[in-house]
């Protein structure tokens, strides 16, 4: 990995209260962070930006993580 360039969070999570806790948490950290509420959104964002880590929630809307 690039160590200039951030790495690349995706955060699939359908609460927006809990996501804004992991989003301020993660501010200062050099990480991208984009968030889905669901895992068909998750799944899409996958193909399209490759990411480092994905921080996945067990219960959503559309299906399981």
Do not use: C, F, W
């Amino acid at each position: 990995m690039n160590k200039h360039r951030k790495s690349r969070l995706l955060l699939v999570e359908d609460s927006l209260a809990l996501a804004r806790v992991y989003e301020e948490y993660l501010k200062p950290m050099p990480v991208d962070v984009t968030h889905v509420t669901e895992g068909r959104e998750g799944l899409m964002q996958i193909e399209k930006t490759d990411p480092d880590v994905i921080l996945l929630d067990l219960n959503l809307p559309d299906m399981n993580g």
